[in-house]
């Protein structure tokens, strides 16, 4: 679920409390403040950072622009939406203007909601743009630590020109102190035989046109004309937010340069597994097109059937039947090429500035070559088949490894498509995991569990705490899904999303009339017992569901006294006059309503005063602040560093207070749910709640066997 602290301007409560349904109906978890004057609005502005503000346009107490002034006064990054009472262009125009992310018609629930998950989307980002631009101040300072006291002579050039220098630098090119290096032009450091190599590198550069980094052996000059061997390496860089280039000169790279590769050795340097050089490439080829704006492309080949190659053939020769299509790959390239093998079977090129069309048909072309190649090894004969994942690399693929993963991705697409492989495939994201698919997914899931009765229903008992209760054994009726029905044919979520979608009615009645047969059956031997059922809005909202009940309890032979029907309170804030209609007809029949998911609205108070509610059970955000006021002595006992989780558990235990104490002497029954451990109950009792409900309890079961004799 998606958390979400919400600051609303309206005239009241009532409007307040139907965004803050709409918003939970969409899987928020929401927290609200409702300013209804404008100083009220710049406390609560300078409370906390806030996700958002949902304003209304028109509201004459607080002017559109006025909020917008205080926003900027209190320096916060605030996204705000603004409702209006109907379409209107000038106000849109209006809103936008003053800085409003958008301007919603106020009965457009699906606009609204997408407006919001889009302006979370961009708070969120900025939020972890400054997270990351606080991260990269650290540790531009740390490297510029390791500069000062590395081994290795390094210098930062601009223009040709030193603008750093480290001691092993300054030493090096016979300077007696760093300060004197400094605006001097870097050529003069260099022989006059490799002056023409480094002369691209002495001009302005652009970060839109990142330089290819250098390595070479060359002759240095130091201050008193003495030439020496370098193995010099260049980078282009950012130094002081511009960009730059660093020079660094390792001795001991120097050596191995010296070293007379034989062309074997140098051809070996392709298929050796060297990881880091492949990940190296890779970023560069990520940062390269980020600067460029043109995607590079990576391009994962993977002999097909590897490990069984290798589980015939021993690990030796299957290495070399590697190491041959590799070498086979790189000739097949007329330049040279950004390449590294990864793994044992992951050989990878990145290309830069190539279209998608152009590097399909490439990696197309390579796997038909290899397939017509015939490979020599040892006096035996090979064909093979490749492989190749392709993907772009740019702005959108935020690491190396998530680069890797999602040519790894195209190559398992491409061999379920064709278990022999043999192909290439681009790596094209899922477009199709909206809201809307995931929807129908679960409607398409009742309607076939509903088919096959596979649905389940379990009974939770709910404890009276004090003593002097109804003598009545309650059960809450909890819905499920039958243990055979495998969880892949289940959606995510999907018993939180049936009761906000279209099937959620039809569900309700069939778990009525499992539930009235049961407690028939219930009945004979225990007359005391009550199911409480949870309705979904769906069900409450429709004229048709009172006939129906009435028909089922007629036919079931049970009093309307026998089921206590629960509607959460999101629900029953945006359905208001329907579920106090619910209620009136109830009550006529002796029958009982509770409203769960409590006290999350605000001021839930005046829900009840509209809704005649029997039961009222609290959220479980609200039991879970409560738990910590439990657990807040230990907790502090710990360490001095819980201060925080302390403050929040008496927040937690203030807020549950004030909803107790609200519901003094209307005749309304509390219940607490969730209880999993017995810390909480000392604080529940003291509040005077009547019932509580949770696995310290007992477990939801397929049964109504609890012995309420046991007491909590």
Not at 184 to 196: L, Q, W, Y
Not at 367 to 391: A, K, M, R, Y
Not at 528 to 538: G, H, W
Not at 591 to 603: H, R, T
Request: proline share 3%; charged share 25%.
């Amino acid at each position: 679920m998606n958390h979400l602290h919400i600051l609303i301007v309206d005239k009241s409560n009532d409007e307040a409390n139907r965004f803050i349904s709409i918003l939970r109906s969409a899987d928020f978890v929401v927290e609200a403040k409702l300013a209804t004057d404008e100083e009220q609005l710049q406390k609560t502005i300078s409370m906390r950072n806030w996700d958002l503000l949902l304003a209304a346009q028109d509201y004459s107490r607080i002017p559109t622009q006025n909020i917008f002034q205080r926003i900027r006064r209190a320096e916060r990054d605030l996204p705000v939406i603004l409702i209006n009472q109907e379409y209107n262009p000038e106000k849109v125009i209006e809103g936008l203007r003053l800085g409003a992310v958008d301007v919603v018609v106020e009965d457009q629930d699906q606009h609204l909601i997408k407006v919001v998950q889009r302006s979370l989307r961009g708070v969120y980002e900025r939020r972890q743009s400054r997270e990351w631009e606080r991260k990269l101040s650290v540790a531009e300072k740390r490297a510029q630590h390791l500069m000062n006291i590395s081994r290795l002579p390094i210098a930062i050039v601009k223009e040709g020109a030193y603008v750093y220098g480290n001691d092993a630098c300054a030493s090096i090119f016979g300077f007696s102190d760093v300060e004197e290096m400094l605006c001097m032009p870097v050529i003069d450091n260099i022989g006059a035989r490799d002056r023409e190599k480094l002369k691209a590198y002495m001009v302005p550069l652009d970060s839109a046109d990142e330089l290819m980094p250098f390595e070479a052996v060359i002759k240095t000059v130091d201050a008193d004309g003495k030439e020496s061997d370098a193995f010099l390496e260049i980078h282009q860089i950012q130094y002081d937010a511009e960009p730059a280039l660093q020079f660094t000169i390792n001795k001991d790279k120097l050596f191995d340069a010296n070293i007379d590769h034989s062309e074997q050795q140098k051809t070996t340097e392709y298929s050796a597994i060297q990881p880091h050089l492949v990940y190296e490439l890779i970023s560069r080829g990520i940062s390269r097109s980020v600067q460029s704006g043109q995607d590079c492309m990576l391009l994962n080949i993977q002999a097909d059937r590897f490990t069984q190659l290798k589980e015939d053939l021993g690990i030796a020769k299957a290495e070399k039947i590697a190491h041959s299509l590799v070498m086979f790959i790189v000739q097949l390239f007329d330049h040279n090429l950004d390449c590294g093998r990864i793994s044992e079977n992951c050989f990878v090129i990145v290309l830069p500035d190539t279209a998608e069309e152009k590097v399909v048909e490439l990696a197309e072309n390579i796997c038909q070559q290899i397939g017509q190649q015939v490979f020599d090894i040892d006096n035996e004969t090979f064909s093979l088949t490749t492989s190749i994942g392709v993907t772009g690399l740019n702005e959108n693929v935020p690491s190396v490894e998530r680069g890797l993963e999602r040519s790894e991705e195209a190559i398992a697409q491409l061999r379920e498509e064709n278990s022999l492989g043999n192909g290439a495939k681009f790596y094209i994201p899922d477009i199709h995991s909206d809201d809307i698919s995931k929807a129908e997914a679960v409607v398409i899931t009742a309607k076939n569990l509903l088919s096959k009765g596979a649905f389940s229903i379990r009974y939770q008992p709910i404890v009276a705490l004090i003593d002097g209760g109804s003598g009545k054994e309650y059960y809450e009726v909890i819905l499920g899904v039958k243990k055979d029905i495998p969880a892949s044919e289940i959606p995510e979520d999907f018993i939180t999303n049936l009761f906000k979608s279209e099937i959620a009615a039809e569900v309700d009645r069939w778990v009525i009339g499992q539930a009235l047969d049961a407690l028939t059956e219930k009945l004979k031997t225990n007359p005391e017992t009550q199911l409480f059922i949870n309705i979904s809005a769906q069900s409450f909202a429709g004229s048709d569901f009172l006939p129906w009940l009435q028909k089922a309890l007629s036919d079931s032979k049970l009093p309307a006294n026998a089921l206590i029907f629960q509607f959460r309170e999101n629900d029953a804030v945006r359905y208001l006059n329907q579920a106090a209609a619910l209620c009136e007809e109830m009550k006529k029949a002796q029958g009982q309503v509770g409203i769960s998911n409590f006290g999350l609205a605000i001021n839930p108070l005046k829900t009840l005063e509209r809704i005649k509610a029997d039961f009222v059970k609290v959220d479980r955000l609200i039991v879970e602040k409560l738990a910590g006021a439990g657990q807040g002595k230990a907790a502090h006992d710990k360490a001095a560093n819980e201060k925080a989780t302390q403050q929040k558990a008496a927040k937690g235990k203030e807020e549950f207070q004030e909803i107790i104490a609200g519901m003094a002497g209307t005749g309304v029954d509390v219940i607490v749910p969730f209880v999993e451990t017995a810390t909480i109950i000392p604080i529940l009792w003291q509040q005077g709640v009547q019932y509580i409900q949770g696995h310290y309890i007992n477990k939801p079961s397929f049964t109504m066997d609890y012995d309420f004799s046991e007491g909590p």
